[in-house]
């Protein structure tokens, strides 16, 4: 990881600048722009864009993916479960279950439940197996509660940057590096 990355992760907030937002938000509605044509829209250089979309990325702020319905491409089921965790085994009960090929989303959570695990699966029989021969049999998992998703009404992944000055993308460590330097020139 280069110097200006680590000290983002580091610092525990990335400074987005007016630059960083604007393809951040361009990047959101669509991910293939070319740098050519998002230096055009933003008003700065190719170089520049190239540069700032590759430290976005190696901080871990930034991933570029192809988002698919898989209700739409074959797959019959999706699920949210939520999961209730022994106390003192998340970490572990997390690592595990970022491991089945099946998930897509895992997130901790505060509330009637620890964690919230999007899956998806090929039909019911798929999902059975998840469940009962994966899911519950990690060490630590107390419970689960499944809802089954029928139809995707909206799915977006993009949501406003423009005014946020900072976004969090790690706890601050004790004696860890202050707000990063300013981007050098390409």
């Given amino acids: 990881m280069s110097r200006i990355s680590q000290e983002l992760v580091d610092s525990g907030l990335a400074q987005l600048d ?5 393809i951040v938000a361009v990047l959101q509605v669509d991910g293939r722009r070319s740098f050519t044509k998002l230096a055009k829209e ?9 540069y700032r979309v590759q430290r976005l990325e190696r901080a871990k702020i930034l991933q570029i993916v192809g988002i698919a319905d ?3 491409i074959g797959f019959d089921l999706m699920s949210m479960i939520g999961v209730r965790v022994v106390p003192g085994r998340l970490e572990s009960v997390v690592e595990e279950i970022k491991t089945l090929p099946e998930t897509s ?3 901790s959570l505060a509330g009637s439940f620890d ?6 699966c090929r039909d019911t029989a798929h999902y059975n197996q998840l469940l009962t021969k994966q899911l519950h049999r990690i060490d630590g998992v107390a419970s689960t509660e499944s809802f089954l998703i ?5 799915m977006a992944y993009g949501w406003g940057v ?10 601050s460590r004790p004696g860890g590096a202050g707000a990063p330097p300013a981007d050098p020139a390409p």
Avoid at 115 to 120: Q, S, W
Avoid at 162 to 169: C, H, T
């Fill in 42 to 50: 933003i008003g700065t250089s190719e170089s520049v864009v190239r």
């Fill in 150 to 154: 029928l139809e995707i009404h909206k």
């Fill in 70 to 72: 898989p209700l739409k």
């Fill in 115 to 120: 964690l919230i695990v999007e899956v998806v």
């Fill in 105 to 107: 989303y895992v997130a």
């Fill in 18 to 22: 007016e630059i960083d937002r604007r």
């Fill in 162 to 171: 423009g005014e946020q000055n900072a976004v969090p993308i790690a706890p």
